[in-house]
């Protein structure tokens, strides 16, 4: 048997696409998968001076491989959950989710103590994480950073920023943790919702493929993700919103620890946090609690 599997071209991206398949073979050792790399817009337009936020919503690196998904022209994709949109193209569904990595966010040239010095220029491109450092350092400058993470790491380098934001859950899988300074407590710096699990996408009615990748499927990861990513449909959340949200499953409990910020752009955001814990067959209705019950406390009426 023969398929194709599409990958954004980075490092990370191939490499996530190798593990995937790597794991594929192993269940099916008679399977063959050609590897076809597809750009995004994402991918094209990588210029620190076009935020990430001006391509609106979540997608922007996923909707070529998407489109080549519902064209026939590849057979399942691998994508960092994070950069699918919260609701998926009609004729697609997530058919697995592998054991996610460790969702943590870190820090990378400076400790979270020297954070106060002032003057320093961070740089990440993501609203959530500059909302969550400015809530705690207002005198910081964040600035857009882009690129791949090897191109981060450089831009580090050469100096052009005493410190960068980046998931951890990356650098492992490029065998990069050495380069980490300091993880970043996750009850204060909510990660991005999906951040470190991966998706296996594929056609909704491509049921040869499904059943072959569902195997890969981590139960746990499964439901975390689901909570996390209908807490993110049921506030709207894209590229510009400031929103984070993380789930853990322990025994027959998921707990759902979600923030979400009024005004990226404020030097001092107000911060809306809220906890709750329900049973795990209620993971896709525990994020739209959740979610309805800071955008009442952000709407008051």
Not at 28 to 34: A, F, I, K, S
Not at 206 to 234: C, G, K, P, W, Y
Not at 262 to 272: D, F, I, K, Q, T
């Amino acid at each position: 048997m023969k398929l194709v599997v599409g990958t954004r071209g980075s490092a990370l991206a191939t490499r996530q696409t190798a593990d995937v398949v790597a794991a594929l073979q192993s269940l099916h050792p008679d399977l063959v998968v050609e590897t076809r790399i597809i750009q995004t817009k994402g991918d094209l337009t990588q210029a620190e001076n076009i935020p990430l936020a001006s391509f609106g919503d979540k997608g922007i690196f996923a909707r070529e491989l998407e489109s080549a998904l519902l064209a026939g022209e590849i057979d399942f994709a691998v994508h960092s959950m994070k950069d699918l949109a919260h609701t998926l193209p009609e004729g697609l569904t997530i058919a697995a989710i592998p054991e996610r990595q460790d969702p943590r966010d870190v820090i990378i040239g400076r400790t979270l103590g020297e954070l106060s010095a002032p003057g320093l220029r961070i740089g990440t491109g993501s609203a959530r994480r500059r909302a969550l450092l400015f809530s705690r350092f207002p005198d910081l400058t964040a600035h857009e950073i882009r690129g791949n993470i090897d191109t981060r790491l450089r831009k580090l380098r050469d100096g052009g920023y005493d410190a960068i934001i980046l998931a951890m859950a990356g650098l492992a899988r490029l065998g990069l943790q050495d380069q980490v300074t300091e993880a970043l407590d996750p009850e204060w710096f909510v990660p991005d919702p999906g951040q470190g699990a991966l998706a296996i996408q594929t056609r909704a009615g491509d049921n040869r493929v499904i059943d072959l990748v569902s195997a890969l499927t981590h139960r746990e990861t499964q439901l975390a993700v689901e909570a996390e990513r209908s807490f993110l449909r049921a506030v709207g959340g894209g590229c510009h919103t400031p929103v984070g949200a993380l789930a853990i499953v322990s025994g027959g409990t998921i707990t759902l620890s979600a923030m979400l910020a009024a005004s990226e752009s404020a030097r001092a955001p107000v911060l809306l946090r809220a906890s709750e814990s329900a049973p795990i067959d209620e993971a896709l209705s525990l994020g739209t609690r959740v979610a309805r019950a800071l955008t009442d406390r952000n709407n008051p009426t």
